[in-house]
């Protein structure tokens, strides 16, 4: 990682350079945070702070001081918001708080002091040092500050306008800025000041999917603790400026596409369970939300009497189309070419004449947006910025086209003027914003900004404990013996790329398996010797690589056509997800790409897990009932495949083959969250299960299995991000952590 401070002279490479206090030590030209040798995840604007306060140890830093420093004169942002984000994550880092203070101490409406001692780590020269043949002296650290002074003593800060100040483009890039340009400008003229963005929310978790209310008057949004899509959390309404939320879910379920009627008497949203992708709704006052239309996502009203939505047409194939509220004169507008394809939001323009849609492709990843027309006349074009865009909204006058997308890895905010215009970022730093509502009057957006965190947990007998807290973590594994976890991760932030790490249990050393590649997916070889994976080029295509373990060979490419998900199969074979005719089905090939066939001719939506004897695949399904999917598990060698269980579940083995998990199980219609822990029978790869699988814990009951609560751990019930262990009720799983509040962001 680059330094973030001016690199000294090598004449005096001894200088300041690190900085220790208590059991820290902060590197200035690594800008790394470091704790008895560990590094500490500290993003590039928090470590800016706190390496100004150290360096001003027991001086008071004043919160005017602090915003030059730390934003750029033109920078336009939020400086409480960004004050408050980053000193929160200081302390955290640094296991400090505001109420008992044992570093930075926070001086009301003045600014903040470090009041711990400091103490400087010379750097050693490399060459003509003082001790014997060449090598440098041992030096004891030195410190730099005295005991700080009372909080009331005034003290004059050290900081100056002339000293250790950064390029403006250096912090600009990495400081919290969210950066709102005027709408039309020149990007060489000078923009005025812009007013602060106004906080709406102040909830401890998160809030996401910003709704407004047709009179302006009131949002709704959906709370939630881990974020993802669909949202597991609960719909709100608050009145503006200062009313209380109010909860109007209780049901636990996953929702998102959160809208106002017209008369704005009622909030809609999508409900997506077991019983379907459906369309609820409810009074704005409270209530019991009720059926508003069945197999209806991403509802939103044209006028009073005529709706605008997505319905799945087969398995997940979700297209868009209109009708009136009661679902008669129902029309047609658009179908994802892909089987997989979900159009998941629709926008109509003011006038009634475009569309903009948001949408997921064949591998269930989010695509560019698209425009089309209404009527259904074309497949229109893709618009925003060339990235994942997941939200979209129009202006009330028609000329913008507004987007939250993610490029890079980082979510923001884009606008395009319509139809034709290029796409333009405008808002950027190290928070991230998802959503986009527009105000009434066009003149401000809203939106759900602050960040996401995660870190990798093992729950054992013993309770959870964290094991890598590093960086953004996704997709663990164990080791079929048990000694190392697997796992993807971004390192520094979410732009970097994804790599894949493993974890050494016993001693607690991580280390990269496959670096320089940003991974989508992959799977460790029986023997831990290979890694397989696949990539999504700058294209859009997706690759297949196979790389050795212990790096005695370079990766090498395998297949280069669109294929994803590959897994190792037997008999030195590789098995993944390739589309034909607009549909996916499971292959199987040679670890050389030779021999290439179709291992199925029943289409598949993607693969969920393999066993570990390598002899049978799970993949999600298409089936013509509700829900449209299902886990099914497919034999590798030919013979009837075996129905897991239904939508999206977690069906995954144990690493060692002896045990098998299903969850989440219903008991009277609802989700328990909990998981069946079935025994496999000796020479077999799965246990035996009723023909329709497992759905509820009655069905658990009958296959001689036990039941483990996991709702604590795989709160999305999906089981992505969690992986069972060795023994019966150890699991390792990704912890996600939401940070995030809306706010109306202006435009002019």
């Not at 296991?95 to 711990?116: C, Q, V």
């Not at 077999?684 to 039941?707: C, E, H, Y």
Request: overall charge negative; aromatic content about 8%; charged content about 20%.
């Amino acid at each position: 990682m680059a330094s973030i401070y001016p690199q000294p002279d090598p004449k005096t490479a001894t200088q300041r350079s690190r900085l220790a206090f208590d059991k820290f030590e902060l590197d200035l030209r690594s800008g790394e945070l470091r704790k008895e040798g560990r590094k500490i995840r500290l993003q590039a604007q928090p470590f800016q702070f706190l390496a100004l306060l150290v360096e001003n140890a027991g001086e008071v830093v004043t919160r005017e001081e602090v915003c030059r420093a730390l934003w750029p004169e033109k920078t336009f942002v939020d400086f409480d918001h960004g004050l408050a984000v980053a000193v929160n994550k200081i302390r955290e880092a640094l296991n400090d708080s505001a109420e008992n203070a044992r570093f930075i101490e926070t001086l009301p409406k003045r600014g903040y002091r470090f009041i711990a001692p400091v103490r400087e780590v010379p750097t050693p020269q490399k060459a003509n040092g003082g001790g014997a043949n060449g090598t440098p002296e041992a030096t004891r650290p030195t410190e730099l500050t005295a005991p700080p002074q009372p909080a009331n003593h005034e003290v004059r800060p050290t900081v100056s306008t002339g000293r250790r100040w950064l390029p403006a483009t250096t912090v600009a890039a990495m400081a919290i800025v969210l950066v709102i340009w005027l709408a039309g400008r020149p990007r060489t003229k000078t923009a005025p000041k812009l007013p602060a963005y106004t906080q709406l929310t102040n909830v401890s978790n998160a809030a996401f999917e910003p709704a407004i209310s047709p009179d302006g008057r009131m949002i709704a949004f959906i709370r939630s603790d881990t974020g993802g899509f669909p949202f597991a959390g609960e719909v709100y309404t608050k009145l503006l400026p200062d009313g209380e939320p109010v909860q109007l879910t209780h049901d636990g379920w996953m929702k998102y596409g959160v809208t106002f009627s017209p008369d704005g008497s009622r909030v809609a949203y999508t409900l997506a369970s077991y019983h379907g992708w459906n369309a609820e709704s409810v009074s704005v006052l409270g209530g019991e939300p009720r059926l508003f239309l069945s197999n209806a996502a991403g509802l939103t009203w044209l006028d009073d009497q005529h709706v605008l939505f997505s319905e799945i047409k087969t398995g997940l194939h979700m297209g868009l189309v209109t009708a009136s509220a009661n679902r008669s004169g129902l029309r047609s507008i658009y179908l994802p070419e892909h089987e997989r394809g979900m159009a998941h939001y629709s926008h109509a323009s003011p006038d009634h004449k475009w569309v903009l849609v948001v949408e997921m492709g064949g591998t269930g990843a989010w695509q560019r947006c698209r425009l089309l027309p209404f009527d259904g006349s074309s497949e229109g074009a893709a618009v925003g910025p060339a990235g994942a865009c997941t939200a979209a909204a129009w202006s009330p006058d028609e000329k913008w086209m507004y987007f939250s997308a993610y490029v890079n890895g980082s979510s923001h905010l884009w606008r395009q003027g319509f139809p034709n215009g290029e796409p333009e970022q405008i808002t950027s730093g190290a928070t991230e914003e998802e959503g986009v509502a527009v105000m009434a009057d066009g003149r401000s957006l809203v939106s759900a900004i602050g960040m996401n965190e995660s870190g990798i947990w093992m729950h054992d007998a013993h309770g959870d404990h964290l094991i890598s807290s590093e960086g953004y973590a996704s997709m663990p594994a164990i080791s079929r013996d048990g000694r190392r976890v697997y796992y993807l991760l971004r390192r520094q932030s979410p732009r970097s790329p994804q790599e894949l790490w493993a974890i050494d249990l016993t001693s607690g050393r991580s280390e990269p398996v496959v670096s320089g590649f940003s991974i989508d997916s992959y799977d460790v070889s029986p023997d831990g010797e290979e890694v397989v994976f696949s990539i999504t080029t700058s294209a859009g295509s997706s690759e297949i690589w196979l790389a050795s373990y212990d790096h005695s060979a370079g990766p090498r490419r395998v297949a280069s056509s669109g294929e994803h998900s590959p897994v190792f199969g037997p008999d030195n074979e590789l098995i993944f997800v390739a589309a034909e005719g607009g549909k996916n089905y499971l292959f199987r090939m040679k670890r050389d790409g030779s021999e290439r066939r179709k291992m199925t001719d029943a289409p598949i939506l993607d693969i969920r897990s393999v066993s570990p004897d390598r002899r049978w695949v799970i993949a999600g399904t298409p089936v013509n009932e509700m829900p449209s999917s299902a886990d099914v598990a497919f034999p590798v060698d030919g013979g009837e495949p075996q129905r897991i269980c239904p939508a999206v579940c977690m069906s995954k083995w144990s690493p060692d083959g002896t045990r098998f998990y299903v969850t989440p199980l219903l008991q009277n219609g609802a989700a328990t969250g909990a998981a069946v822990v079935i025994p496999v029978p000796k020479g077999k790869s799965l246990p035996d299960l009723p023909p329709n699988g497992i759905r509820s814990t009655q069905d658990a009951a009958g296959v001689g299995g036990k039941l483990i609560d996991l709702s604590l751990i795989d709160p999305g019930l999906g089981g992505y991000n969690v992986a069972p262990g060795t023994a019966e009720d150890t699991f390792v799983y990704v912890k996600t952590t939401a940070h995030r509040n809306l706010f109306q962001i202006p435009l002019q």
